[in-house]
């Protein structure tokens, strides 16, 4: 087994194993990142983080304590208890896809439009996000040379 995939197996026992005995909350993991909820006060969540980097010593949790925080490229944001989803853009990667002239087949170019439509409607948890979406979408195929 490789290193990366050594690493990998071991964050997902010893985190799945940890928050597993220690929690009943939401959690999801992909790889090496992790999200869940939380209900208790923060100082408990901040010394449940503590103790849990000292479990094992090749694993140390970084973590994001807020009501909105980025999970692979979703945008998930926590108002008075309610989840709502959006996309999360990185801030390097805005407002560019490949150029409409670039010298690409075209099923390349409609591809773009197709999967960029349905993210905007898989993550998008309400309408006026999806309609934000839809015109930042709009205006990033624009900006890059795609017709109206």
């Given amino acids: 087994m490789n290193k990366q ?3 990998n197996f ?7 194993k940890i928050f597993q005995q220690f929690l009943k909350y939401d959690l999801h993991r992909y790889i090496d990142d992790t999200f869940m909820t939380w209900n208790k006060s923060e100082d ?20 994001t304590i807020g009501k909105s925080l ?3 490229d979703v945008l998930l944001t926590n108002d008075n208890g309610q ?3 959006s996309i999360f853009h990185k801030p390097a990667a805005e407002p560019y896809v490949i150029p409409f002239i670039s010298d ?6 409609n591809n773009i439009v197709k999967t960029s439509l349905q993210r ?3 993550y998008s948890s309400t309408f006026e996000t999806f309609n934000y979406e839809r015109r930042q979408i709009k205006l990033t195929l624009l900006y890059n040379g795609y017709g109206s």
């Fill in 44 to 63: 408990r969540l901040r010394q449940f983080l503590a103790d849990a980097n000292t479990w094992h010593p090749n694993i140390k949790l970084g973590y």
């Fill in 104 to 109: 690409h087949p075209r099923h390349v170019f």
């Fill in 70 to 72: 980025p999970f692979l």
């Fill in 120 to 122: 905007a409607i898989r």
């Fill in 5 to 7: 995939k050594q690493a």
């Fill in 83 to 85: 989840l709502f989803t």
């Fill in 10 to 16: 071991l964050a997902g026992k010893c985190t799945t």
